[in-house]
T-cell receptor, first 115, second 112 residues
């Protein structure tokens, strides 16, 4: 298995532009998580899905952020409009019921820079 | 106050040293405790996990949980330069797929 695949690896964009981050979870995993990591705040959970349904989006900072999971093999995190304070590394992780917490697998992340 | 507190470091030790990494937490409902290792420019990967109090050993690594003090530790014996990474603690009250609460991570550098 190729693991959790995220794209792009790096994204540099101008303030006000729309940014879309993509994630392909491990086949068969039914949980998908979006995290944001910064030096100051560490890893923050933004939103997570179970069987493609959003379960908890309380970590989404504001309405500029949205996430979708149209099917079991694909999810997007969109920021519109982007701001410099959104600069961070965004991670996607997936897991499967039964393995629970020990089955968390993270992708390599997308490093977002908003200038 | 954050639910999970972790000293960010950086921690620099010579090769062969014993390393102690720690987290404190405030939520007494936490039952599952994990340590993740994150190399530079990579995602975190699970290193060890424990349930409730006690110790767990895996090679050079030992995880320790003291629920009465709300304190968890990761010990690394005979540390190697390849252990240089950021170590994050994580915890959750349930085994299910629910969200983990992470510490901010401790950067460790092991000098050859």
């Amino acid at each position: 298995d190729a693991g959790v695949i995220q794209s792009p690896r790096h994204e540099v964009t101008e303030m006000g532009q729309e940014v879309t981050l993509r994630c392909k979870p491990i086949s068969g995993h039914d949980y998908l998580f979006w995290y944001r990591q910064t030096m100051m705040r560490g890893l923050e959970l933004l939103i997570y899905f179970n069987n493609n349904v959003p379960i908890d989006d309380s970590g989404m900072p504001e309405d500029r952020f949205s996430a979708k999971m149209p099917n079991a093999s694909f999810s997007t995190l969109k920021i519109q409009p982007s701001e410099p304070r959104d600069s961070a590394v965004y991670f996607c992780a997936s897991s499967v019921s039964g393995q629970g917490l020990v089955g968390y697998t993270f992708g390599s992340g997308t490093r977002l820079t908003v200038v | 106050q954050k639910e999970v507190e972790q000293d960010p470091g950086p921690l620099s030790v010579p090769e062969g040293a014993i390393v102690s990494l720690n987290c404190t937490y405030s939520n007494s409902a936490f039952q599952y405790f994990m340590w993740y290792r994150q190399y530079s420019r990579k995602g975190p990967e699970l290193l060890m996990y424990t349930y409730s109090s006690g110790n767990k050993e895996d090679g050079r690594f030992t995880a320790q949980v003291d629920k009465s003090s709300k304190y968890i530790s990761l010990f690394i014996r005979d540390s190697q330069p390849s252990d240089s990474a950021t170590y994050l603690c994580a915890m959750n009250p349930n085994r299910g797929g629910d969200k983990l609460t992470f510490g901010t991570g401790t950067r460790l550098a092991v000098r050859p």
